[in-house]
């Protein structure tokens, strides 16, 4: 995470700053829990906890803060409703708690570590620390002064999304999930095909046979698999072979007509429904896309839709 690195920059030059983390989020709130921003007494700011007139609020509290040389770790409820006493400003309706934590060198030691591997991080009126890994993830508060917020904190490991088919789609969406922070890994069965050699968005560029793909693509639990290979037949070739692992997402480029005849075909062939009922399939949100950019898009946002779940 690009903030966590920012922090270690900033303390080992001296700075001290606050880092604003969205620890509870309910209805229509924009700051999920977990977004973070980082406000330094230079000025310099990074990240976001849901932006508009809140964030801004916000930000100028964590500045006055450091002007006035504040040590304080403390948390701020915000709803969205326009007109309580605690309101953010903002209509958008729900809530959202912010939790406020001043670091400084002190706290070089344990972002350094968040840095390099996953830690799991309690935020509290004492500050941050680490905690053991088989703490929770969640935030609690008796008192505005007694709550704790832990959250695992995972820099290095990228999610992987594994994708069938180096035609024109897999370019842009390779691009879309790499700036999104997955590990990308591209296959095909064509030798010499140019979206293929030509993709740069990708850490893995694989000839593969379709055949027998288990024993040439390692597949994690937390992985997801996108199909998009030049024929209906090859698809649904690896389709079936796929069919009983254990992944996050598996999704099939297709028309609505092509999806029901592979499918189809694999129900008569005797696959269980219900195996078939977790593909997403056609691939994509329903955007009416018209361009492969277009496509790519839609598919990368129904990506995000799951992994955010």
């Keep these: 995470m690009k903030i966590w690195d920012e922090i270690k920059y900033l303390l080992e030059q001296g ?19 977990g977004f973070k921003m980082l406000v330094s007494d230079s000025g310099y700011l990074l990240g976001s906890i849901g932006g508009g007139i809140m964030e801004f609020n916000l930000v100028e509290k964590a500045k006055q803060l450091l002007k006035d040389n504040i040590v304080d770790h403390h948390i701020v409820y915000q709803d969205h409703l326009g007109s309580s006493q605690s309101s953010s400003g903002m209509i958008c309706s729900g809530s959202q708690t912010i939790a406020f934590n001043c670091l400084s060198r002190d706290d070089l030691m344990l972002v350094s ?3 390099q591997a996953p830690n799991m991080v309690e935020f509290s009126p004492e500050g941050i620390r680490s905690v ?3 703490i929770p993830e969640q ?9 704790s917020y832990t959250e695992l904190i995972n820099t290095n490991v990228k999610r992987v999304a594994h994708i069938f088919g180096a035609g024109h789609v897999s370019i842009p969406t390779s691009e879309l999930l790499s700036s999104i922070g997955f590990d990308v890994r591209l296959y095909d069965n064509r030798e010499e095909l140019n979206t293929l050699q030509g993709n740069n968005f990708v850490s893995v560029k694989k000839i593969i046979d379709y055949q027998d793909v288990l024993n040439q693509v390692e597949i994690g639990e937390q992985d997801f698999i996108l199909l998009m290979t030049h024929k209906f037949t090859e698809d649904k070739l690896i389709l079936t072979q796929l ?4 992944c996050e997402y598996i999704g099939v480029l297709g028309s609505q007509n092509k999806i029901k005849v592979m499918f189809d ?3 008569k062939a005797g696959v269980e429904k219900k195996l078939l009922d977790n593909i997403y399939a056609p691939i994509g ?4 896309s018209r361009t492969v950019q277009e496509i790519a898009v839609s598919i990368v946002a129904e990506i995000i839709k799951v992994r955010n779940i």
């Design 285 to 288: 949100l329903d955007i009416n």
């Design 113 to 115: 570590a968040c840095t």
């Design 15 to 33: 700075r001290s700053l606050y880092l604003l983390t969205v620890v509870e989020s309910s209805g229509s709130a924009p700051g999920r829990v």
């Design 243 to 246: 069919l009983d692992i254990q």
């Design 132 to 134: 053991a890994q088989d």
């Design 265 to 267: 075909a694999l129900l």
């Design 139 to 147: 935030f609690s508060v008796n008192f505005s002064d007694v709550w």
